[in-house]
């Protein structure tokens, strides 16, 4: 399942028009995470969507973003939710780039998909939540099931868009709230259930090439 050529409408509409103008401003004039070429990558390298992890915006400090929730490019220092997710997945890499899951079929998706430097959630409420929105009810309307993994207060907040498919909740892997649920909750042993029960291949989380 590819939603990309389904999201091609919202190109023309006008908050997602005001929504670029802004970004041609902030990219001029500020330094915006990730670098432009990457914002979209989660769903250009996830083609084919098996489980969706919701985040809130990009990481905010140099060389971090790249376009995926919760992972940092190659070389990177892990931020202490990226360390809680790998210690649930019970596997700590050497890098915390999480671009071989999107390969898998898993749909690292911030709701808002660009932030100024050292600002976080600076670019919320820009437009962005109306696209990511989209996204999640593209998703929603297929048939095969996607087991969707809400986080934290904020993700859960979309659960009210995912009608159709498995849902997962817990807190956020956050360490002011991982250990309010999220270390411990199985989610990922979880997830690969329903993938198998469904009759799709589960997703191997940990990654055999590091």
Do not use: C
């Not at 969507?49 to 376009?67: E, F, T």
């Not at 892997?173 to 999220?182: K, Q, T, W, Y």
Request: aromatic share 10%; glycine share 6%.
């Amino acid at each position: 399942m590819n939603i990309l050529p389904l999201l091609t409408p919202e190109k023309e509409k006008p908050y997602f028009q005001e929504l670029m103008k802004f970004l041609d401003y902030e990219y001029a004039n500020h330094t915006i995470f990730p670098p432009r070429r990457d914002i979209f990558n989660a769903l250009k390298h996830t083609p084919d969507i098996k489980v969706v992890i919701l985040g809130q915006d990009p990481y905010h400090g140099r060389n971090q973003a790249h376009g995926f929730a919760f992972s940092v490019n190659d070389g990177q220092r892990m931020p202490p939710s990226l360390i809680n997710i790998f210690k649930e997945i019970g596997y700590m890499p050497k890098s915390g780039n999480l671009e071989y899951l999107a390969k898998q079929g898993v749909l690292l998706l911030n709701t808002v998909l660009t932030v100024r430097e050292n600002q976080a959630n600076s670019h919320k409420d820009k437009g962005w939540e109306i696209f990511t929105n989209r996204v999640i009810e593209l998703i929603n309307e297929q048939d095969r099931p996607v087991v969707f993994m809400l986080w934290g207060s904020f993700a859960q907040q979309k659960s009210s868009l995912i009608t159709k498919h498995p849902i997962l909740k817990t807190s956020h892997p956050s360490p002011l709230s991982a250990h309010r649920g999220f270390l411990g909750s199985g989610h990922f042993r979880k997830a690969n259930e329903i993938l198998i029960s469904t009759g799709q291949t589960p997703i191997n989380w940990t990654n055999s090439h590091q």
